[in-house]
């Protein structure tokens, strides 16, 4: 027994070394091997639906509003209603394909969520990114600074002139994804706070 519980801890140990490559900078109290072994878990999540709240403070001005996400692999369906008082806005389709719609204003494309959302509605906002980040994960593709709290989760992340932390965790089926979350850059604050987490796993 004691023999294979040493065993499960160099595998940790050699998987947790093995996942940092040189875009992630780690540091914090937590465990190396244990945020690793964190990161592969939520990793497989290719699928989810979340309801929450979105505050967003701006140089010029400031709002709240609600969220709803659904996310099917490549496939993302975002609403947002009452942030800056814009009314509703829906932004939907795959990497390469974005359409967002807004209340009374009309319906655009892009071939990025970000570029739509900064032509249309004026916000400067990391799209792409949040599909990692609000999983409590650093996007892949580019550096980053990670600072993990006791558990060996993200309690701090720094990427691409964002901040972002993690201020709250709650457990879900079996995964602990983030309740509560603050991202700062660009001129932005922006608050999320989710009521209603439901992962899924539909690549299996």
Same mark, same amino acid.
């Given at each position: 027994?004691?023999?294979?519980?040493?065993?499960?801890?160099?595998?940790?140990?050699?998987?947790?070394?093995?996942?940092?490559?040189?875009?992630?900078?780690?540091?914090?109290?937590?465990?190396?091997?244990?945020?690793?072994?964190?990161? &592969?878990?939520?990793?497989?999540?290719?699928?989810?639906?979340?309801?929450?709240?979105?505050?967003?403070?701006?140089? @010029?001005?400031?709002?709240?509003? #609600?969220?709803?996400?659904?996310?099917?692999?490549?496939?993302?369906?975002? @609403?947002?209603?009452?942030?800056?008082?814009?009314?509703?806005? @829906?932004? #939907?389709?795959?990497?390469? !394909?974005? #359409?967002?719609? /807004?209340?009374?204003?009309?319906?655009?494309?892009?071939?990025?969520?970000?570029?739509?959302?900064?032509?249309?509605?004026?916000?400067?906002?990391?799209?792409?990114?949040?599909?990692?980040?609000?999983?409590?994960?650093?996007?892949?593709?580019?550096?980053?600074?990670?600072?993990? !709290?006791?558990?060996?989760?993200? &309690?701090?992340?720094?990427? !691409?002139?964002?901040?972002?932390?993690?201020?709250?965790? /709650?457990?879900?089926?079996?995964?602990?994804?983030?309740? @509560?979350?603050?991202?700062?850059?660009?001129?932005?604050?922006? #608050?999320?706070?989710?009521? !209603?987490?439901?992962?899924?796993?539909?690549?299996?």
């Amino acid at each position: 027994m004691i023999r294979h519980l040493i065993a499960f801890g160099l595998i940790l140990l050699l998987a947790g070394c093995a996942g940092f490559g040189e875009r992630e900078s780690l540091e914090g109290e937590g465990s190396p091997a244990l945020w690793q072994a964190h990161k &592969a878990q939520v990793s497989q999540l290719d699928g989810w639906q979340i309801n929450g709240k979105v505050g967003i403070r701006a140089p @010029r001005d400031s709002g709240s509003g #609600t969220l709803f996400w659904l996310q099917r692999q490549a496939y993302s369906d975002i @609403r947002l209603s009452g942030p800056l008082g814009r009314g509703a806005a @829906r932004l #939907t389709g795959r990497p390469g !394909d974005i #359409t967002l719609e /807004v209340a009374n204003q009309g319906r655009y494309q892009a071939e990025s969520p970000e570029e739509l959302l900064q032509q249309q509605l004026g916000l400067n906002l990391p799209v792409s990114h949040l599909l990692w980040w609000i999983r409590g994960l650093p996007a892949p593709d580019s550096r980053s600074r990670l600072s993990l !709290d006791g558990d060996s989760r993200l &309690a701090r992340l720094a990427q !691409d002139g964002w901040d972002v932390e993690y201020l709250r965790y /709650v457990e879900q089926d079996g995964y602990w994804l983030p309740e @509560r979350l603050r991202l700062t850059g660009h001129d932005l604050q922006v #608050t999320l706070v989710i009521k !209603d987490w439901q992962p899924r796993q539909l690549g299996q």
